[in-house]
């Protein structure tokens, strides 16, 4: 773009791309007005813009190309001018008031963040800020809402913006700037939190929102932003029954906020660790007021608050050598009360926290430990097996991409991760419980739980798993297709053990082929055969005429090349440990086949990527 062109165009251009129907047009439009931010003429163009402030379109254009000149292109931009472009973006914003919209108030507060992060000459910019927009004595009410905006996103953007070219340098110097302005901002969000306003919900959540962000920065010690009657307005907010989500919501935030902070601060003063656990446990009567009322929202904020307590309190809770506090053993309950919750989604929550205490016992190997929290993670499990049951009415097989599918593959990680407290014979004798006498959803759920740990069961255990493998052999053809579904991953689990006891295999096996029958189970049941015949390969040399016969046969299955792949890659590593001179007679047997022909192609391809194949085939 050589010339600058006249605002009418402007106009034109934005009432096109966003009023005409002519997509051609409209096309044409943005492009245009793309290369208008990228050109030299877009820092006179977007203040005219705003100068002029004639709709929503314009103003917006006009804020958005100001800020994208200062992240993109600020160097380009004589230093002389920056005073100039400061004082201008600081005249719009006073300009705003609570009619304007807010994507033009956050657009110029973004521009003026932006600015200041990269502005050197301007040496002390909050603290300006404060000053400029509160010219009387007080709070200057008019300008509170592009203040706290700003002082909002400052944080952010030095945190979280990719765009801006700071150099580490730089964003130090930043950090200490707000650093040195932490006590006067906190100061301001003190008492303008106490100013009445007309709309006083949505200035308390922009209070509060700011509070957060500043939190984050970590410009200032924990203990005064502990202190702050911020964070006691935020804690009574809690803990009232009344008021909107909105400021709930963010009311939680930043209680989160500072307890995110605790974690990552190594050197919490006792004083302010006992205020806020006090203050989170005074929220349980609050989360079981919204557990009755059934306000999901509220219960997931109040367990995001006990989740992140719980991460603070960690090593209090797991105790220094001999020596922890009994009473920090009671912020597991009011976690393991969010467990209880009927809705998976507050449940999930939680699941960061029992990765980290399990972590923390495994490591410090004390038997102490392990023994104060058997009965807590006892109690984890079984709300774990509850909220891993499938719908009663559900129909077919869980979809893979369901989010309660997905949900039920973090289950069986956090088992894995906190079985060895209770130990994983014991999870597998609980479960047995809930097989005999159960609906159909209960013992799914249980074998479901059992999956989750039958790797870790020892190969010579013989009281719990006989009788459930039994149970399984036995389940009926017209058995839920989920429990048979669950049922055949939980085999596919445990070859260990079934490779320990050889006289399960043929049942096994028999079992394993009568499922292949079913196009809904094909996977599953050709991955347990690959997963038995990888372990058990020199048992499974006796029962090779057998598994030669399931590939002969393959035809007669509705396998996917999945499944076909799964079961030849299980046969093949059987027919590894036969004699040389059988292996070449039954591979030349194979190849006849013309419906192994492709998978046998397939599997053999990817061996030879792998570096694994001894042999290579041309079929």
């Known amino acids: 773009m050589e010339h600058m062109p006249d605002l009418q165009t402007v106009y034109d251009a934005l009432k096109c ?110 603290d300006d800020m404060l000053r400029i927009f509160n010219e009387d004595q007080g709070v200057n009410q008019r300008y509170l809402w592009p203040l706290l905006e700003l002082l909002t996103v400052i944080p952010e953007e030095i945190q979280f913006s990719r765009h801006l070219k700071l150099g580490a340098n730089r964003r130090s110097e930043v950090k200490l700037l707000m650093s040195k302005s932490s ?42 932003w502990g202190r702050s009657s911020v964070l006691v307005f935020a804690f009574d907010f809690l803990k009232s029954p009344q008021g909107g989500n909105r400021v709930h919501e963010a009311a939680s935030d930043a209680v989160c906020a500072l307890l995110e902070e605790q974690i990552e601060c190594c050197n919490v003063p006792k004083h302010l660790s006992d205020f806020i656990v006090g203050k989170c446990k005074e929220l349980r009567d609050a989360y079981s007021n919204a557990v009755v009322e059934e306000d999901s929202d509220r219960a997931m904020n109040y367990c995001r ?97 369901d989010e309660f599918a997905d949900f ?74 989920c429990v048979r579904h669950t049922s055949l991953w939980l085999i596919s689990e445990m070859p260990d053990w079934i ?41 499974l040399t006796k029962h090779f005429d057998g598994l030669l016969q399931i590939i002969k046969n393959m035809d007669a299955f509705p396998l996917s090349l999945h499944a076909s792949i799964n079961i030849l890659k299980g046969v093949t590593t059987v027919l590894s440990r036969l004699p040389e001179d059988q292996i070449e007679a039954v591979l030349f047997e194979v190849c006849r086949l013309r419906t192994v022909v492709t998978p046998f192609r397939i599997f053999m391809l990817a061996c030879k990527l792998r570096g694994k194949a001894s042999i290579f085939l041309i079929i």
């Open 305 to 401: 608050i006990f989740t992140f307590l719980c991460e603070s309190q960690l090593y209090d809770i797991v105790g220094d050598n001999d020596v922890y506090q009994p009473e920090r053993l009671d912020l597991i309950d009011i976690l393991i009360a969010c467990c209880e919750h009927p809705e998976y989604e507050v449940v999930e929550i939680t699941f960061g926290f029992w990765y980290k205490l399990s972590e923390e016992i495994y490591q410090r190997n004390q038997d102490r430990l392990t023994e104060v929290f058997r009965r807590p993670i006892e109690r984890l499990l079984q709300c774990l097996q509850k909220h891993a049951q499938i719908e009663p009415d559900h129909e077919g097989i869980l979809d893979e991409t």
């Open 183 to 224: 006590t006067n901002v906190l100061r301001f969000l003190e008492t303008t939190l106490q100013t009445p306003l007309e709309d006083f919900v949505t200035h308390h959540m922009r209070v509060l929102k700011c509070y957060k962000t500043w939190v984050g920065t970590q410009t200032a010690p924990v203990d005064i």
């Open 499 to 539: 490779n320990h006891h050889p006289e399960y295999l043929d049942s096994v096996l028999n079992f394993l082929l009568g499922h292949l029958t079913d196009s809904r189970l094909t996977g599953i049941a050709s991955s347990a055969i690959e997963s038995i015949c990888n372990v058990a390969r020199d048992r």
């Open 17 to 126: 791309l966003y009023h005409s129907s002519d997509c051609e047009a409209k096309e044409k439009a943005s492009k245009w007005l793309q290369a208008l931010q990228q050109s030299i003429f877009g820092w006179r163009i977007g203040d005219l813009l705003l100068q002029q402030n004639c709709d929503l379109e314009s103003g917006y254009f006009g804020a958005q190309t100001l800020r994208t000149k200062i992240q993109s292109s600020f160097p380009e931009l004589p230093i002389e001018s920056h005073v100039s472009l400061r004082d201008s973006l600081i005249h719009h914003l006073k300009e705003t008031n609570e009619k304007t919209n807010s994507v033009i108030v956050t657009q110029l507060c973004l521009a003026l963040a932006d600015l200041t992060l990269q502005m050197i000459s301007w040496t002390n910019p909050i």
């Open 408 to 481: 039920r593959r973090r289950i069986v990680d956090l088992v894995k991760d906190v079985a060895f407290i209770v130990g994983s014979t014991s999870v597998f004798r609980h479960c047995c419980l809930s097989l005999t006498g159960s609906s159909w959803e209960v013992t799914e759920a249980a074998l479901f739980m059992m999956g989750a740990v039958a790797r870790n069961l020892l190969p010579d255990e013989s009281e719990v798993i006989p009788g459930v493998l039994q149970a399984i052999l036995s389940l009926p053809h017209e058995a839920h297709i």
